[in-house]
T-cell receptor
Framework: QKEVEQNSGPLSVPEGAIASLNCTYS??????FFWYRQYSGKSPELIMF????GDKEDGRFTAQLNKASQYVSLLIRDSQPSDSATYLC??????????FGQGTTLQVKP | KAGVTQTPRYLIKTRGQQVTLSCSPI?????VSWYQQTPGQGLQFLFE???????NKGNFPGRFSGRQFSNSRSEMNVSTLELGDSALYLC????????????FGPGTRLTVL
């Protein structure tokens, strides 16, 4: 089992729809959870972080964390073509390392 | 604040050579982490330095090494390059470490021929 798992996609949604990106992790001691966006040919850009169970909202983005289920998700409301990118889930393990998932490719179609 | 800078941006080397990559973190950040990104393996953690000390290390061979200077700038060295070392090498800086938000530099694209 991979430490951080994401569906590679592509996830295709129409413009204006809600995109839902999911991530599971194996280390129950994980404390910090991050979502990065990476455009093709660019470096990852931090878009959300969450430390506590529940939801955290920032503009069109909502991160959801469920530690009991070892599950973290990212919702993007009113998706725009400019949101088309690879979204990387990252989890800070109890060994102090930041472990990344393979990423989910999101395509937002006009 | 200036972001994370990495030099050089592109490198072409041949097998057996060695290479040194440089990273300057965001001012005030004391933690620098290095990652290797390849299409097949994704983003893989190499090591983390905090206040000039290696605090964590990933599962890479000893050919990969690093160091951090008193001004928090960090260098990464790869000796005896192999074809499989071709990758995008990213450094990320944060205030305190991986449990904090990390901010990535633009990366160094290394091609080994």
């Amino acid at each position: 089992q991979k430490e951080v798992e994401q569906n590679s996609g592509p996830l295709s949604v129409p413009e204006g729809a809600i995109a839902s990106l999911n991530c599971t992790y194996s280390d129950r001691g994980s404390q910090s959870f991050f979502w990065y966006r990476q455009y093709s040919g660019k470096s990852p850009e931090l878009i959300m972080f969450i430390y506590s169970n529940g939801d955290k909202e920032d503009g069109r983005f909502t991160a959801q964390l469920n530690k009991a289920s070892q599950y973290v998700s990212l919702l993007i409301r009113d998706s725009q073509p400019s949101d088309s990118a690879t979204y990387l889930c990252a989890v800070s393990s109890n060994t102090g390392k930041l472990i990344f998932g393979q990423g989910t490719t999101l395509q937002v179609k006009p | 604040k200036a972001g994370v800078t990495q030099t050089p941006r592109y490198l072409i080397k041949t097998r057996g050579q060695q290479v040194t990559l440089s990273c300057s973190p965001i001012s005030g950040h004391r933690s620098v982490s290095w990652y290797q990104q390849t299409p097949g393996q994704g983003l893989q953690f190499l090591f983390e330095y905090f206040s000039e000390t290696q605090r964590n290390k990933g599962n890479f061979p000893g050919r990969f090494s690093g160091r951090q200077f008193s001004n928090s700038r960090s260098e990464m060295n790869v000796s005896t390059l192999e074809l499989g070392d071709s990758a995008l090498y990213l450094c990320a800086s944060s205030l305190f470490g991986s449990y904090n938000e990390q901010f990535f530099g633009p990366g160094t694209r290394l091609t080994v021929l």
